[in-house]
């Protein structure tokens, strides 16, 4: 199938009325998330996640990316209004949006959040488009010893780009990779720390463990921060219309910010928040009014708005094509994905072409939805920065133990979400990431599994691992991930 | 001198289930081999990499000065009750009366005191509850403890 045949089959899945209304409800949904701080896209995604059981694989798909990139939008207007970033992809926006508002141009600074979302996930997709059918062509080629490889340095690239104690990382990915051995042993049929509870032999459930993490620890860390901050000022329709000056500012930062997420978003182990952060230093460091950073210069956020938002759709290229998520909210998909009985892999563009573009044409239909929603709503928007999260924590706790129950109807697994989240809490507040530890549960199992088939067949021989170009290419960069800040951190320690 | 001591105390806890889970791992399950690894082959070697992290985790902590976050124990408290409130309830009591005392038990520790707002706040969650999960999604749980 050609590219232009894609997208017109895309285009004819992406219309019908059921995908459209679970896209616009996923794209509305995430924005409102994105905009309540104390609720993140991967709380809403794991809400979510026991829904699409009821619906096709196609509409969970497109309602989750539409939670995904709607969080991105939402989390600019926190950060701008309050300098509450709504989003971990968001906090960027603080350092010279939070400034513009003082200075009473939050209108400008909300225009430049949305256009450049906007333009940052048009050219996302693009690059996903020329990406995926070049990736998913090389993929074939793939062996267990290169998707072994891969992983591993994906996990590695996760906890130790951006990462301030990359021991702590790495552990959270171990515990992760470790509760993911949990269940029956698939090669050998033997089931692995079950204590004899018959529960757990499909293994930790991914809802159970998500929920815990990202529900219940969020919801108790937040309930005495959250309504910390004074009411948001208004903001109207016509402070939107930025100046000439500022619509020439911001093109250079959008293409650039949309490159560099792009880039970033298709590696395995960095996103969309690492690609802000770049973004920003990248501005930064080309302007020409550097001084004025911090500030409010528009080009601050234009860049990583841009760059997030366009790395939040690239980062669909790992998934879709190779089957490997690239970051946690992309796991989650996976999970999604799963549970409908579809395995994303090379074949996929192939045997589900129906899944691929129509996904592909709905992230473009949902961004146009929300820039042209969200220029008129941003009066709705802002009111909802007024809603007390105390009357929305109790509500999230209730459809929290429902959505655990509905998987597969056992109340064992509310108190699993109970456990997982009083420890994730406690996680939490020494600066260990849950997240990463998300990242590894759902990474564990196709590591062993590709670690046993590449030993298999190289009969025992570690050596498979550098004598394949590709599997070396990864073992070298997962080495030179985890040997470079180490030699750093020495040559600090000693100077 | 305040030591840093969230992470002496994770490192540590970390080395330890790291360990634990290594011997464990090693006890019950067929290691194998490179060739045909067992079903303790990966979790010895991940207990004994998480072993030496957590290590690596605790030793710096003791010389780092940090402020410990203070902790949520009321908040925590409530949210573990009321989840597993209604984990207990659902199925017995129905999830009208789940929903109601877990938004209650919930709402105990918000910043604002009161019971008129909580009492609403419980009414509007339950019926959202009722018409989300049994209306819409067709759950089969009981609604009240004499609807089955």
Aim: hydrophobic content about 55%; overall charge positive.
């Amino acid at each position: 199938m050609t590219t232009l045949e894609g997208l017109a089959h895309g285009l004819s899945v992406a219309l019908q009325p059921s995908i459209l209304i679970y896209s616009l409800f996923g794209a509305l949904l995430g924005t409102f998330v994105g905009v309540l701080p104390g609720i993140g896209a991967m709380a809403a995604i794991t809400l979510l996640l026991p829904i699409t059981y009821y619906i096709s694989s196609e509409a969970a798909l497109v309602m989750l990316a539409g939670v995904y990139y709607g969080a991105q939008y939402g989390g600019s207007v926190a950060s701008i209004l309050l300098r509450l970033p709504g989003t971990p992809q968001s906090a960027v926006t603080t350092l010279d949006g939070y400034p513009l508002a003082q200075q009473g141009r939050a209108g400008v600074a909300l225009f430049t959040a949305m256009i450049s979302s906007f333009a940052g996930s048009l050219l996302g997709i693009a690059i996903l488009v020329l990406m995926a059918g070049w990736l998913a062509s090389i993929a074939t080629q793939f062996g267990a010893a290169d998707y072994a490889a891969m992983m591993v340095m994906g996990l590695v690239a996760a906890s130790t780009i951006g990462s301030r104690q990359p021991a702590k990382s790495l552990a959270m990915v171990v515990v992760g990779l470790i509760l993911g051995t949990v269940g029956t042993d698939v090669n050998s049929g033997a089931p692995r720390f079950t204590f004899g509870q018959t529960q757990l032999l499909d293994g930790i459930n991914l809802v159970a463990l998500a929920m815990g993490l990202f529900g219940v620890a969020e919801v108790i860390a937040n309930i005495r921060k959250a309504d910390r901050h004074g009411p948001p000022n208004r903001v109207g329709l016509r402070e939107l219309i930025p100046a000439r000056d500022d619509l020439r500012r911001i093109c250079a930062p959008i293409l650039r910010g949309t490159t560099l997420g792009g880039f970033f978003g298709a590696l395995p182990g960095t996103g969309s928040t690492i690609s802000s952060f770049l973004s920003y230093a990248l501005e930064r460091r080309v302007s020409r009014r550097p001084q004025k950073f911090g500030h409010g210069a528009v080009e601050g956020i234009a860049g990583p708005e841009s760059a997030n938002n366009s790395a939040a759709i690239t980062a669909f290229v790992p998934t879709l094509t190779l089957g490997i998520p690239g970051d946690p909210i992309m796991a989650l998909m996976l999970g999604a994905l799963v549970i409908h009985g579809i395995q994303p892999g090379p074949m996929m563009l192939e045997a589900r072409p129906d899944m691929f573009w129509g996904l592909v044409v709905s992230f473009g239909i949902g961004n146009l939805f929300l820039l042209i929603l969200n220029l008129p709503l941003i009066g709705i928007w802002v009111s909802m920065l007024r809603i007390p999260f105390r009357w929305l924590y109790p509500a999230i706790i209730v459809f929290i133990c429902l959505g655990v129950y509905s998987v597969r109807g056992a109340s064992f697994d509310i108190v699993m979400v109970a456990a997982v989240g009083a420890i994730g809490y406690a996680l939490a507040l020494a600066a260990f990431s849950p997240a990463l530890l998300l990242l590894g549960f759902v990474l564990g199992p196709l590591i062993e599994t590709n670690l046993r088939r590449a030993l298999l067949v190289s009969r025992g021989d570690p050596m498979i691992f550098l004598e394949r170009p590709i599997a070396c290419g990864f073992v070298i960069a997962t080495l030179a991930l985890i040997l470079l800040p180490l030699a750093r951190r020495i040559r600090q320690g000693r100077g | 001198m305040q030591r840093d001591y969230h992470d002496l105390l994770w490192g540590g806890i970390l080395a330890l289930f790291g360990l634990g889970v290594a011997g464990y791992a090693a006890q019950s399950y067929d290691f194998g081999d490179l060739r045909r690894m067992g079903p303790g082959f990966f979790p010895v070697i991940l207990g004994l990499i998480l072993a030496v992290l957590g290590i690596v985790i605790a030793i710096p902590a003791w010389w780092r000065q940090a402020q410990p976050e203070p902790i949520a124990w009321r908040e925590g408290v409530a949210v573990l009750a009321a989840l597993l409130f209604f984990g207990f309830s659902m199925t017995r009591l129905g999830i009208a009366p789940a929903t109601f005392v877990a938004v209650l038990i919930a709402s105990s520790v918000a910043a604002r005191r009161g019971l008129v707002w909580r009492l609403m706040l419980a009414v509007v969650v339950t019926a959202l509850t009722w018409a989300i999960f049994l209306g819409a999604l067709d759950m089969p749980i009981p609604l009240f403890p004499w609807s089955r």
